[in-house]
């Protein structure tokens, strides 16, 4: 910004001088060429007169001497003829005796009509003044004065030269004040800008940037540390409430649990499975609870992608989580190339996979295998990415299911046996979201699902300063679809 508003001042500066500067040299040559004619007239015209005495007077012996004085005190050269065009006297190095009629000047001059104007010569582009050396209507002769036009074009040229060092020492000290204005007033926006990147990476931003710049961007900057410092009461208080929530609701729900199971004795044998039945609920309803808060920090913890090894992650999430799985006859497999580091935020890799194992083991029949299956994969658009597939065996999911998957508190039809909660995959899809990847579902290709996560390259994202990144350590461990 700051660049963009010293170009435009440096602009229009330089539009000004344009417009000041081209007429001023314009209007200056014009009138240097106007001012050199008019002396030339005059001087040609009165030389003329003297050569017109002289030559009625039979004088002629002193027009070279009049030539030569004149020519030695202003640089011109002088040629007067006689009224058959014949040279009598020239300051140059023609000799006396030369014709000259033919010259359409001279020749205009014996006719009693001056005449003025530019030629080109070998030396380069004179200026010429022809009068006739006449008394009334008779013409005794004709004098021609030259100049070389280089003393003009010298004038003007330097006056162009000044003009151009006025204009550049102007636009110098124009692009120092416009530097200096264009900073001022850019400082406050830096400030903000710096100010929103603190806040979104859950620091306090600075107040005193109130106190920067204009008016009027002073205002908007008090008017942002007021809306920050609310967003960060409200984002303190959500906080705090998913943290006392945590503990307080537990507490309850466990002591309610304990209640029912004590009413086991005393029930009739018949009433078990209701009792049964009404502590699953409780403990479907703790698990439900605690997704929602690990959603709650999920959307506001600010937290800053980092490199992690996902090869390490799942050959440990798969030794974890081997023994379940064969409780359930279920086997779990590693398969792919080594994938090396991602981007994701820390400790969600863990509960992607915990959350996605489960939820396929869950539906898995027996004998059956569940595999944990990494590869590189390139984008429409040339990106570099690795693709984790979790896939199962089990009964897989309709187009309009696995649409509806990611909805928080949605369970397929036909499940409402097991004890899910729905919002397993809302967290896993938060998870990958926040370091930058995504999720999708898709059906296996031997029947079954194929729930497949695309993560960034650690090499492909550039890593944030330590003093950027805030540390998120918090697992849910909710294993839910």
């Known amino acids: 910004m700051t660049r963009r508003l010293l170009l435009s001042y440096l602009g229009l500066v330089l539009l000004a001088l344009a417009a000041l500067e081209i007429p001023l040299g314009l209007v200056y040559a014009s009138g240097e060429r106007d001012r050199f004619a008019a002396s030339a007239e005059r001087d040609a015209a009165m030389l003329a007169e003297l050569a017109e005495e002289e030559i009625e007077e039979g004088n002629l012996a002193a027009l070279p001497d009049l030539a030569r ?8 050269r002088v040629v007067v003829v006689d009224r058959r065009g014949l040279v009598l006297a020239d300051s140059g190095a023609r000799e006396a005796g030369a014709d000259l009629s033919g010259e359409a000047d001279i020749a205009s001059a014996l006719g009693n009509r001056p005449t003025i104007g530019t030629r080109a010569t070998p030396a380069g582009e004179v200026l010429s003044a022809t009068m006739p050396g006449a008394s009334g209507a008779t013409v005794r002769g004709a004098l021609r004065l030259t100049y070389p036009m280089s003393a003009v074009t010298d004038r003007v040229r330097t006056l162009w030269l000044a003009l151009a060092l006025g204009g550049a020492c102007v636009l110098a000290a124009a692009a120092l004040i416009a530097f200096a204005l264009a900073r001022w007033v850019t400082r406050p926006v830096r400030a ?14 600075d107040p005193a940037l109130s106190r920067l710049g204009p008016p009027e961007l002073r205002r908007l900057a008090a008017t942002f540390t007021r809306t920050a410092t609310r967003l960060r009461h409200l984002l303190h208080a959500q ?8 503990h307080q609701l537990k507490t309850p729900l466990t002591a309610l649990r304990l209640r029912l199971e004590n009413f086991e004795p005393y029930l009739h044998p ?13 403990d479907r309803l703790a698990r439900m609870v605690n997704g929602l808060l690990a959603l709650a920090r999920l959307e506001h913890a600010a937290t800053v992608p980092e490199p992690v090894d996902l090869d390490a992650v799942l050959a440990d999430r798969a030794a974890v989580w081997a023994a379940l799985a064969a409780e359930h006859h279920v086997h779990l497999t590693l398969s792919g190339q080594p994938a090396g580091k991602v981007q994701a935020i820390p400790g969600a890799l863990e509960q992607i996979v915990d959350n996605l194992v489960s ?3 869950r539906v898995a029949p027996p004998a059956s295998t569940i595999t944990l299956h990494r590869e590189p994969a390139t984008a429409s658009d ?7 597939h979790v896939i199962d065996q089990g009964p897989g999911m309709s187009a309009a299911d696995r649409t509806r998957a990611f909805d928080r508190f949605w369970r397929a039809p036909g499940t409402t046996h097991h004890d899910g909660t729905g919002l397993g995959l809302p967290i896993v899809q938060q998870l990958a979201q926040a370091g930058g990847g995504q999720i999708t579902l898709n059906p296996a290709s031997g029947g079954g699902l194929d729930a497949t996560v695309r993560l960034h390259p650690a090499a492909a994202v550039r890593r944030a300063a330590p003093a950027e990144r805030t540390r998120h350590r918090s697992r849910t461990g909710i294993r839910t679809r």
């Open 192 to 205: 903000l800008e710096a100010a929103t990147a603190a806040l979104a990476d859950g620091h306090e931003p």
């Open 239 to 246: 906080r705090a409430f998913a943290s006392e929530a945590s």
């Open 382 to 388: 040339g990106t570099l990415y690795v693709q984790l």
């Open 270 to 282: 018949r009433a078990h499975p209701s009792l049964d039945e009404a502590v699953g609920e409780v």
């Open 69 to 76: 004085q004149y020519a030695g005190r202003t640089g011109g």
């Open 359 to 361: 939820n396929a083991l």
